[in-house]
Nanobody, 125 residues
Framework: KAQLVESGGGSVQAGGSLKLSCEGS????????MAWYRRAPGKERELVAS??????????DYLDSVKGRFTISRDDPKNTLYLQMDSLNTEDTGVYYC????????????????WGQGTQVTVSS
């Protein structure tokens, strides 16, 4: 059974850094688009960053508010996805989820087949 397990969340002061990891098991995700989402308190889930597979050039995409502060990466031999988060601010507080293997409707990503359970990130001022 395919599983994604996030780790690395925690509490940090504004301006600090955290690195999230998402380890996959039961399936090889090297041919999949992978992504990080977050859900802030009282808000809908939003896409934070995504990365394509090697065939598509490991193309990265970011939410505008995290550009220049967050870096998504993947280590396919380890079946692991990462999110390096620097210069954190209180707006980054939320539960962060990793997702793998995009589902498409009309050529647009509408969902992912696999989701992790989430890891809490809390940024205090």
């Amino acid at each position: 059974k395919a599983q994604l397990v996030e780790s690395g969340g925690g509490s940090v002061q504004a301006g600090g850094s955290l690195k999230l990891s998402c380890e996959g098991s039961g399936y090889t995700f090297d041919s999949c688009v992978m992504a990080w989402y977050r859900r802030a308190p009282g808000k809908e889930r939003e896409l934070v960053a995504s990365i394509t597979d090697d065939f598509k050039g490991f193309t990265k995409d970011y939410l505008d508010s995290v550009k220049g502060r967050f870096t998504i990466s993947r280590d396919d031999p380890k079946n692991t996805l990462y999110l390096q988060m620097d210069s954190l601010n209180t707006e980054d507080t939320g539960v962060y989820y990793c997702a793998a293997c995009a589902a498409y409707t009309g050529g647009v990503i509408t969902d992912y087949h696999y989701w992790g359970q989430g890891t809490q990130v809390t940024v205090s001022s």
